[in-house]
């Protein structure tokens, strides 16, 4: 009898494919035609081997000199399951460099020189679970650059040049665990720069330069976080912590421990039914609120209650049992009434009370969940999920309690009205790739504590005004992928709560005066890969709150500056690959006080004036244009990044302004001479032809390191210049 692990290689003994067929393995490889493995490590090569076995599962090309993974690199591959890149000088993943391997599992990126993740770097990998990025030059992540992966459960970018994550930034992980950022230059989080990981069990950003020194009141409120661990909060002046309303089910007494000034913490609406008090050492609370949780009033919740006397604390909420103390306030209840009975006892009582209310959410059924045919209710994160089963119609009687209901992937085509009763709970819906056409007004009815609604991926043209009726509390909408050519002006006034709008990856030709009205409280609008050629002055007036403005990937051919007359708030504008040859000096006049984070980048840009930018700008990108020349920056003096690669820079006595202010800042640029041809590809800080100018220093005068780099040595190549985007050294 042969074991089941054998029946693969004898599957394919029987096919007649049972090894690599000769010619198949290059001769700088070693391949096991047995195991389906190719290795081809430390061999110096400048490219994929195009002759590797098409039925290879696990290729190794560690320590080679690639340097650029092109488009379709793995075409000729499409059964592989672990690829190991690391060390193989990689600087840039052109996007659907993966796009074959729908069967891969492991990819190892790791020790490259990777700056920047672009939107469809990953594209291809649906099935991939671990993806390693650490000790490689990451300094962006594109919007989307995961939106693929579904199914990783760890994503690591540890060792990086990262300074800044962007809101939605890890957009698509619908199914990731572990999140490692340790070890990078991250010194600005956006708010919303983790939206949507509902399964995220760990979040590692150590040793980075995150500055929360002054913070005094944090709210981390409805969000579906289940444990606290020790020294999850530390902040020097934070007074106020708010946690109410996520799914708590435990809570660290070292939880809190290095926030010294801690006075009001706030667990209300959570699933605690015990706590202990905090450990000793942590700050003097004056106020601690657990309204809200099933909180168990025994011996256990003794040790709280007798540090909340001690300690002069003051408790919020109500006893949820035992039956003779039910209801009663914790505030009034006395150790000595907080007893315990024998072990058979209390568990008797408990089972009683269980029976006369039905159980907290924390506490799941004895029986089987009640759960719609073709799907996986689980009762202890509350998450329902249909996808991919080919329903036709959304399907009934998911759990009430249910909180986060994926249909993606099924053949709904139409929503009618009140498609989903009885799940109030639900705070995120899936619907993306439903071949969706139109959504019936109120077909959402009911669902009042929808916070995130994801449409992406259908055939939407167009919204009814009332299609979001009934949903006080939706937040983040995407409407990403679908087939609107115009703006779905008028299908927002519903939307009270809305903060972040997705619309990229439409046909949208304009924005229209009023397109936002009744969404006033909007923050973050994202359009980008559209053909948008016009916008009309008045588009973004009622959203005076905007912070976040994506306009990338359009046919704009002048920056809207009319537009942006209201937006007086705008920190984030991206403008890149719009052909905008020539940007005036009052352009970005209407948020110059504002804007912190600029995006310019190939635009085939040939004229570019700051003068509308105020100082209060932090990073720039102009790379991929065709620039000969650059403005002053030396108004921008709060900049901490700048991109100026890939400009067409003319490297003679006009530039030194740039090589001066560059040395000046201690701020480390990637900005490399095209002309005269001999200084091609050598960087403008180390080149010597600004020694002859008028003005520059004479030699004497250098520093001994920037006459090193002054001499006429060989330039370092391109691909090891320094980072595009670097922190500002502290002055």
Not at 56 to 65: A, E, M
Not at 273 to 290: D, E, K, V
Not at 521 to 548: E, G, M, V
């Amino acid at each position: 009898m042969y074991s089941l692990s054998t029946w693969p290689v004898m599957f394919l003994f029987l096919l007649g494919i049972h090894e690599v067929k000769s010619g198949r393995c290059t001769k700088l490889c070693v391949c096991d035609s047995i195991h389906l493995t190719v290795a081809c490590v430390n061999k110096n090569l400048t490219e994929v081997p195009p002759t590797i076995d098409e039925i290879t599962v696990k290729l190794d090309l560690r320590g080679n000199n690639i340097q650029e993974l092109p488009t379709g690199a793995f075409m000729h591959t499409p059964y592989l399951t672990h690829l190991s890149l690391q060390r193989s000088n990689i600087r840039k993943v052109r996007e659907g460099a993966f796009r074959s391997l729908g069967r891969l599992v492991l990819l190892n990126l790791a020790h490259n020189n990777i700056e920047i993740l672009y939107q469809e770097s990953f594209d291809g990998l649906s099935s991939l679970k671990q993806l390693l990025l650490d000790h490689n030059r990451v300094e962006e992540i594109q919007p989307g650059a995961f939106s693929q992966l579904g199914f990783l459960n760890l994503l690591s970018i540890t060792h990086n040049q990262l300074v800044y994550i962007p809101n939605m930034a890890f957009q698509g992980l619908q199914n990731i665990k572990w999140l490692r950022l340790s070890h990078n230059a991250l010194n600005y989080i956006d708010i919303e720069a983790f939206a949507g990981l509902f399964t995220l069990t760990r979040l590692s950003i150590d040793n980075n330069e995150l500055q929360l020194t002054e913070v005094t009141r944090l709210d981390l409120s409805y969000n579906p976080m289940t444990y606290l661990g020790e020294e999850a909060v530390s902040m020097a002046k934070l007074t106020h912590l708010f946690l109410d309303h996520n799914s708590l089910q435990d809570f660290s007494n070292m939880a809190v421990f290095p926030s010294s000034r801690l006075t009001h913490l706030d667990l209300s609406h959570n699933q605690l039914r015990i706590m202990q008090p905090l450990a000793p050492g942590s700050p003097s609370l004056a106020r601690l609120n657990l309204a809200g949780n099933p909180i168990y009033c025994s011996c256990y919740l003794r040790p709280l209650r007798e540090w909340a006397i001690r300690e002069c604390v003051r408790l919020g909420g109500t006893c949820s049992g035992p039956p003779h103390i039910s209801d009663e306030s914790l505030e009034a209840m006395q150790p000595s009434e907080l007893r315990c009975q024998s072990q058979e006892a209390m568990l008797k009582a408990e089972f009683e009370e269980w029976r006369r209310h039905p159980p907290s959410p924390t506490i799941p059924p004895a029986d089987k969940v009640k759960c719609p045919d073709n799907c996986v209710c689980e009762a202890d994160n509350h998450h329902s999920s249909c996808e991919n089963q080919g329903h036709t119609k959304v399907p009934r009687g998911f759990p009430p309690d249910t909180r986060l209901l994926d249909l993606r992937g099924n053949h709904l085509h139409y929503i009618p009205a009140n498609s989903f009763p009885g799940v109030p709970a639900v705070v995120s819906l899936h619907l993306q790739r439903c071949k969706i056409h139109e959504v019936e007004g109120g077909a959402f009815s009911g669902m009042k504590g929808l916070v995130y609604l994801y449409l992406s991926e259908n055939d939407l043209t167009s919204l009814s005004p009332d299609t979001f009726k009934g949903l006080p509390q939706l937040t983040y909408l995407h409407l990403e992928k679908n087939r609107f050519t115009q703006f779905p002006k008028g299908a927002f006034k519903v939307l009270p709560s809305l903060l972040a709008l997705h619309l990229e990856n439409n046909a949208i030709t304009k924005l229209e005066a009023g397109i936002l009205m009744g969404a006033e409280k909007l923050r973050s609008l994202y359009l980008t890969s559209n053909a948008i050629t016009s916008i009309a002055s008045k588009a973004f007036d009622p959203a005076r709150d905007l912070d976040t403005l994506h306009l990338g990937t359009n046919k704009l051919k002048e920056v809207p500056s009319d537009a942006l007359s209201k937006t007086t708030s705008l920190a984030e504008l991206h403008l890149s690959h719009n052909p905008i040859r020539w940007v005036g000096a009052q352009a970005f006049l209407p948020i110059a006080t504002s804007l912190k984070h600029l995006h310019l980048n190939n635009m085939g840009l040939e004229k570019d004036s700051l003068a509308g930018l105020g100082p209060g700008l932090q990073s720039l990108y102009l790379e991929g244009n065709q620039l000969e020349d650059v403005p002053d920056f030396s108004p921008l003096s709060k900049l901490e990044a700048i991109n100026l690669a890939e400009n067409p820079l003319l490297c003679d006595c006009p530039l030194l302004p740039l090589r001066k202010w560059i040395e000046k800042v201690n701020l480390k640029v990637r900005a490399t001479c095209s002309y005269p041809p001999e200084l091609r590809g050598h960087r403008v800080k180390d080149v010597h032809v600004f020694k002859s100018c008028p003005g520059e220093r004479p030699p004497s005068a250098h520093s001994p390191k920037t006459s090193k780099g002054s001499t006429p040595t060989k330039s370092k190549p391109a691909l090891i210049g320094a980072p595009k985007i670097l922190k500002v050294g502290k002055h």
